[in-house]
């Protein structure tokens, strides 16, 4: 499995993870579905980063320190927009560590063109 | 004439070092007319000598083997001849290459090679303490027979002595006196790549090329094969020296290595070494690259052919395999929970 492959995948899994948890907060509970498909593209949108940067880049610190930027912007502009609950949406970003830190340690790199 | 005036022989007045030092210098060869100069004696086998001598011609160090007794006729000259075509047709970097072959002034057949500077692997292995950098040069040696195998040749004495670790980490397979031609082909032939290479003459089972009789016995106890050590020449193929390899992973994973705890890891290298060692042929892998491929898989952490892994063995390599990564979805999964508790509260 490629890097970005592989970064989609974990992005998504642990992105509707973390959308699962808005059961725990009756607020939004309404408002689950969407709530999960937005963690989940969000998540998605993270992991291809990560991977398409994996390629480029051939250091685990770095894998997991773009990673976590990445999570938490895109947390951030997530929040940002809710007006609310910051602590709650931004610090879950750090899932973009897991995937940094997948992508760099995983998946298959493409051959070199000879 | 008195007993008294009669000159006492010269030879009488030799000492003892003396005539070791003439015996020792007779022994050496006669390298005028060549281009090598001697350097000096590096080891002795069964057939033949190997010096260190100076190429003048290239001004580069080579490893000259010459027949232990002079004579280009009879059997162990034309094993050493042999020998240098054998090594000639085995171009590979895990094979010493030839150089020359040739006829000393005193008739004596001899070889040069690459001068190998290292250290055998029983030796080297001293100073390897650990078991993933043995396995990695055992599959390293396996590389090498492997491709001698594709070329049709056994090696049939692979043991510890005779593999040769260079300063870089090279890894040489040595001696290939022994070595037994199976193609029943001459000439030029397409390997299963599809490459046009060279083959010599193959051996027949009743030794008229190779010198190896029925029920002779020749390599090294402990490293041979059930078949080899019967003397069944006609039952030898490339499971024989497969089981030589399986000897030499078992002595590279016993020997002057710090006692660990018996774990799955060992549990799986065991039963690679049964297999390579098997009694029965058939029970043996059926090519040296299954072999390289079950220790390669091994080290990158995965299955092997030779072990079937129960479930809890398949999850404990899982775990071993990905701790790192468990540990930090584990992580999040608790700093999820963490935040929903604190956030509820």
Redesign the interface.
């Known amino acids: 499995m490629n890097k970005i492959l592989l970064g989609l995948l974990i992005g998504a899994v642990?992105g509707a993870?973390?959308g699962c948890?808005a059961w725990?907060?009756p607020e939004v509970r309404a408002q689950l579905a969407g709530i999960i498909v937005g963690s989940t593209i969000k998540g998605l949108i993270a992991g291809v980063a990560a991977g398409i940067f994996a390629r480029k880049v051939n250091s685990v610190l770095l894998g997991i320190m773009f990673g976590l930027a990445v999570g938490f912007v895109l947390a951030f502009l997530v929040a940002y927009m809710q007006h609310d609950h910051y602590?709650?949406i931004i610090?879950?970003g750090?899932?973009g560590?897991?995937v940094g830190?997948?992508t760099q340690?995983?998946g298959a790199t493409p051959a070199t063109a000879r | 004439m008195s007993a008294e005036s009669v000159p006492k022989h010269p030879m009488r007045h030799l000492s003892d070092k003396a005539i070791t030092r003439l015996r020792s210098g007779a022994e050496l060869p006669d390298l005028n007319g060549t281009r090598y100069r001697l350097i000096g004696q590096v080891a002795r086998g069964g057939m033949g000598v190997v010096y260190a001598a100076e190429d003048k011609l290239l001004q580069r160090r080579v490893a000259l083997k010459v027949l232990d007794g002079s004579g280009s006729e009879g059997e162990l000259a034309n094993r050493l001849m042999r020998e240098a075509r054998v090594l000639a047709l085995l171009e590979h970097p895990g094979i010493v290459p030839v150089h020359e072959v040739g006829t000393l002034a005193d008739g004596s057949v001899f070889y040069t090679m690459k001068f190998v500077e290292g250290k055998r692997l029983d030796q080297h292995i001293e100073s390897v303490d650990s078991t993933p950098d043995r396995l990695r040069i055992f599959v390293r040696i396996c590389d090498a027979v492997a491709f001698a195998h594709d070329r049709g040749v056994l090696h049939r004495d692979l043991k510890p002595a005779n593999v040769m670790v260079g300063p870089f980490g090279e890894v040489l397979v040595m001696d290939w006196g022994l070595a037994k031609i199976l193609a029943d082909v001459t000439g030029a032939e397409p390997n299963r790549h599809g490459d046009s290479i060279p083959r010599l003459p193959a051996d027949g089972n009743d030794g008229n090329s190779s010198g190896t009789l029925h029920g002779r016995v020749m390599g090294t106890p402990g490293y041979m094969s059930p078949e080899q050590a019967s003397g069944k020449i006609e039952l030898l193929d490339a499971r024989s020296d497969i089981f030589s390899l399986g000897a030499i992973l078992r002595y590279l994973l016993t020997e002057h290595l710090p006692a660990g705890p018996s774990s799955q890891r060992a549990r799986a290298l065991d039963a690679i070494c049964a297999k390579a060692c098997a009694l029965e042929r058939e029970d043996r892998y059926a090519a040296v690259q299954d072999l390289a491929a079950d220790v390669s898989r091994h080290l990158d952490g995965l299955a092997v052919s030779a072990h079937s892994e129960s479930i809890f063995d398949k999850l404990a390599r899982f775990y071993r395999q990905y701790r790192f990564f468990i540990w930090l979805i584990a992580a999040y999964l608790l700093m999820r929970v963490l935040l929903i508790v604190v956030v509820k509260h």
């Open positions: 642990l993870v973390d948890t725990f907060y602590i709650a610090l879950p750090s899932v560590l897991i830190y997948a340690k995983y």
